[in-house]
C-alpha cells in the first residue's frame, strides 16, 4: 500500500476559525456580563446627580436634567401607556431589561426594570424619561426630591 499526503491548507480557515472563535468568546462574556448585572445594578444618588451602575448602559444622569416635580411611582400593569413596546439600543430578557426603549406612549426611555409594579418614573428635561425598579421608590424619589 503506498500512502499520499494531501496538501496542507492554506492559513486562511485557520484565521477564519479564530476569529469565530475570538467573537463567540466576546459573545460569551456579555452574556455573562449581562447575567451578573441582571442581579447587581444599582442606583447611587448624591448632591450632584444619579449614578446607574449595571450593564451597558450605566450612566451618570445630573440633578439638573431629572425632572424631580413630576416623578412618580408606577404600576406598569395599569400604567399601559408607559409599557416598552419596542427596544431601540438595550438589553431584553425575560424578567430583566435595560438599556434604550420606546414607550408605548412613544416616549423615549432609559430602563432598568425587574418587575412591573413600583416602577420609579423620573421624566428628564434632555428628551427622556428613567423606568427604574427600586427597591424603595418612594424613598428614592424622596431623596431626589430633598
Known amino acids: 500500500m503506498e500512502v499520499f499526503a494531501i496538501s496542507p491548507a492554506s492559513p486562511k480557515p485557520l484565521w477564519l476559525l479564530t ?32 449614578r446607574l451602575v449595571g450593564d451597558f448602559w ?15 411611582i408606577l404600576d406598569l400593569t395599569a400604567d399601559t401607556e408607559y409599557i416598552p413596546k419596542r427596544r431601540t439600543f438595550g438589553t431584553g430578557l ?10 408605548r406612549n412613544g416616549d ?19 428628551g427622556y424619561s ?3 425598579s427600586i427597591e424603595e421608590p418612594e424613598r428614592f424619589i424622596a431623596r431626589l426630591q430633598q
Open 94 to 103: 425575560p424578567g430583566y431589561a435595560s438599556g434604550w426603549f420606546r414607550l
Open 130 to 132: 428613567l423606568l427604574l
Open 58 to 72: 450605566g450612566r451618570e444622569i445630573p440633578l439638573r436634567l431629572l425632572d424631580i416635580s413630576n416623578a412618580r
Open 108 to 126: 423615549k426611555a432609559l430602563l432598568y426594570l425587574t418587575r412591573r409594579q413600583q416602577v420609579a418614573y423620573i421624566p428628564t428635561f434632555d
Open 19 to 50: 476569529i469565530i472563535c475570538a467573537l463567540l468568546a466576546l459573545v460569551l462574556i456579555a452574556l455573562a456580563y449581562t447575567a451578573y448585572s441582571s442581579r447587581h445594578s444599582r442606583v447611587e444618588v448624591d448632591n450632584e446627580g444619579i
